[in-house]
């Protein structure tokens, strides 16, 4: 029995030993492996990868800021309107703050400012736009290239109709993956998501009732999304706008557009 556990024990031993030398083995090509692997791979360069090639990064100013709302103890709250424009809606909401002077941020489409340019021009005094992609597909599923060439194009499309250089993006389904913080990074563009979502399927029929819903759960800062293009049960939200704003008037709240939120955003102060 002692001879048998021994003869184990050094046979034991003999395998951990080609197992370490083994483990060196491929940790010492493990980087040029993956390497090799990934680049047949979407990962790599694809929508995972915040990088182009090899080479110099073509970034702009080198970095992505992402909000979700603004840093703030005042009562501020910006009004976002996403996928426009179109002439069944978009007009809609444009007399309707235009009525009650409240300021929204719209984060259109480039295919839809090319088809409906008419519906926003000259009506935008006063708002802010920003970029939404061209035809709003998921841009977290496009590689590096692919996202700034959609985004570009974009870009250029409402440049040309507005007027005004786009400086904010809203990726699609609010999607964020690498290809699309290097292609916000190129374009200069600052990211902005949300804090509070219209939920027109919880309110059928019931504008007043979806208003109050907003209305009560408005902070300091909020980013409120909501769109002038879609279903029709949008309607409850646009329908209730009004009510919205006097509701949050109420409260004390003052509109902004995402921009001017941002501007007055407090940076805290940094740790030691």
């Known amino acids: 029995m002692v001879e048998g556990t021994r003869g184990w024990g050094r046979r034991d031993v003999f395998r951990r030993g080609l197992l370490i030398v083994g483990g060196v083995a491929i940790g010492g090509g493990a980087s040029e492996a993956w390497q090799s692997t990934q ?23 080198g970095t992505v800021d992402v909000f979700w709302s603004g840093r703030t103890s005042s009562r501020l709250v910006a009004l976002t309107f996403d996928d426009g424009p179109a ?73 040309e109709v507005t007027g005004t250089q786009p400086t904010l993006l809203r990726p699609p389904y609010g999607h964020l993956g690498g290809a699309v913080l290097h292609a916000a990074a190129r374009l200069d ?21 979806h208003a109050r819903r907003i209305v009560a759960e408005v902070r300091p800062g909020t980013i409120v999304l909501g769109h002038d293009v879609g279903a029709h049960r949008r309607l409850v939200a646009l329908r209730g706008l009004t009510d919205m704003i006097n509701g949050l008037r109420s409260r004390g709240y003052t509109f902004v557009t995402v921009s001017a939120l941002l501007r007055a955003s407090v940076t805290p102060a940094p740790t030691r």
């Open 39 to 61: 680049r047949r791979l979407p990962i790599a360069g694809g929508p995972a990868s915040a990088t182009l090639g090899s080479g110099q990064q073509d970034v702009g100013a």
């Open 87 to 159: 002439p069944q809606w978009t007009p809609m909401v444009l007399d309707t703050l235009a009525q009650h002077q409240v300021p929204a941020t719209f984060f259109m489409v480039g295919a839809q400012v090319r088809r409906h340019g008419d519906v926003v021009r000259g009506r935008l005094a006063g708002h802010e736009v920003g970029n939404h992609s061209w035809e709003h597909r998921d841009l977290a599923e496009l590689d590096a290239a692919e996202a700034y060439d959609d985004l570009r194009r974009s870009h250029d499309a409402i440049a």
């Open 189 to 209: 563009y600052r990211l902005v998501l949300w804090s509070l979502q219209m939920v027109e399927r919880e309110f059928p029929d019931d504008p007043a009732g």
